[in-house]
């Protein structure tokens, strides 16, 4: 009996131990007496004691690796610090683990001599605006040699790109000039729009007043003919009925002797007497007749 519970005891210890559950989107590599034998994927697994051994636990996930700044030097001989980020995804789990030693130190490496190779081939202002052209290089060198590693690099990216304290100023001093233009540009493009704008104002008004003052010539001038139209009509009414009336010589006389009153009522300073003295003693004695008549 205690030989039996020994026994059970023995096998636990060996058998349970031995017992493996493989997660999903991970991989065991698994090698038998030193040599590989088989890569476990998500499910139940055991291995044999002392035969079997697990040598690597590998991820399938996309991973990313966030490596220090390093130092570049650009065409133009500027010394800048660039610090990259790698995205990568192993998709080969046997060549991961038996390609390279140390992968991730292979990955660092790597992507340092690129960036360093990259940069050397562009000038500071170039680096500083070429960040998509740098990254997408940078990928493809990757992906490449990371091949045989079994890694596939899906992304590259340019963190940050940091110049010499010394052009870091000259860059701020050439922004602010750059922004200073800019302002003193729209600020004269403003008064430039504000004089054409008056300029314009005063034209439409000129405009305005000149065909309100002609239009008010015009309403003067109309009502001006229109009042010597109705007068020379009123004139023309009076001598047609003074006509069909047919007067007689007396009050042809006393029309003349109005008309005499009001010439000399102005402000005439010569009054052109008829020189027909019978004439005018003649409309003096038609005068007194007719006065005699109305009394």
């Known amino acids: 009996m205690e030989g039996l519970i020994i026994l059970l005891i023995l096998v636990g210890v060996l ?31 055991i291995k044999i004691p002392f035969i079997d051994k697990i040598v690597n636990n590998v991820s399938l996930k996309e991973q990313v690796i966030d490596f220090d700044p390093q130092p570049v030097i650009t065409k133009d001989n500027v010394t800048m610090q660039i610090d990259t980020v790698v995205f990568f995804q192993i998709t080969d789990p046997k060549l991961y683990t038996y390609g390279i030693e140390n992968p991730l130190l292979a990955i660092e490496n790597l992507t340092a001599t690129t960036i360093r190779n990259i940069i050397g081939e562009l000038e500071i202002d170039q680096t500083l605006t070429s960040r998509d052209i ?26 940050n790109i940091i110049p010499p304290r010394d052009i870091q100023d000259a860059m701020e001093k050439q922004m602010r000039a750059e922004r200073e233009r800019r302002e003193a540009i729209l600020r004269a493009e403003g008064l430039k729009t504000a ?18 003052e002609k239009e008010k010539e015009i309403k003067i001038a109309e009502g001006k003919a229109e009042a010597i139209l109705t007068i020379r009509k009123a004139e023309a009414e009076g001598i047609r009925l003074l006509k069909e009336a047919d007067p007689d010589q007396k009050i042809i006389v006393l029309k ?15 009054i052109i007497v008829p020189s027909d003295l019978q004439n005018i003693a003649t409309i003096g004695t038609t005068v007194k007749e007719m006065l005699n008549k109305d009394e």
């Open 15 to 45: 058998i349970i131990p031995n017992i493996k559950v493989v997660p999903q989107s991970r991989v065991y590599i698994i090698e038998r007496i030193g040599s590989f034998y088989k890569e476990w994927h998500h499910g139940l697994h």
């Open 134 to 159: 740098i990254n997408s290089k940078m990928r493809s060198i990757l992906d490449e040699a990371t091949d045989s590693w079994g890694i596939k690099v899906n992304r590259v990216e340019v963190k």
């Open 195 to 212: 004089s054409i704008l008056t300029a314009e104002g005063e034209k439409e008004s000129a405009i305005l007043k000149a065909e309100a």
């Open 256 to 270: 003349s002797l109005d008309t005499l009153a009001k010439v000399a009522d102005g402000k005439a300073t010569k």
